[in-house]
């Protein structure tokens, strides 16, 4: 396939593929994570909101629970527009329960 024909069948898709792709060739190029940054002494070094202190790994634990995102925004709730744009490209589980634990 030729870079014309890539630009072809990459212009016809729908935009959230097109989002998709965008942020799938951002974080091969950067080799990080948009929204998501790691800075010593700050909960451990661990990867976490950027400008907060609140780590990914607590998120995804809270989703791991059965948490939806609207939970987790309404918690979180001074971050949630970082909080929305980071949990896009994370993973979901399939079940999911009504309430928080």
Request: one cysteine or more.
């Amino acid at each position: 396939m030729t870079v014309k024909e890539f630009e072809r069948q990459l212009l016809a898709l729908p935009p959230a593929e097109k989002a998709q792709i965008f942020h799938t060739l951002l974080v091969d190029l950067t080799k990080s994570t948009p929204g998501i940054e790691k800075t010593p002494g700050v909960v451990g070094g661990d990867a976490c909101i950027m400008r907060t202190r609140i780590p990914v790994w607590a998120l995804e634990g809270y989703r791991r629970l059965g948490w939806t995102d609207q939970q987790i925004l309404e918690i979180f709730h001074p971050c949630a527009l970082k909080i929305c744009a980071m949990l896009g490209p994370m993973s979901l589980p399939t079940k999911r329960k009504s309430k928080p634990l």
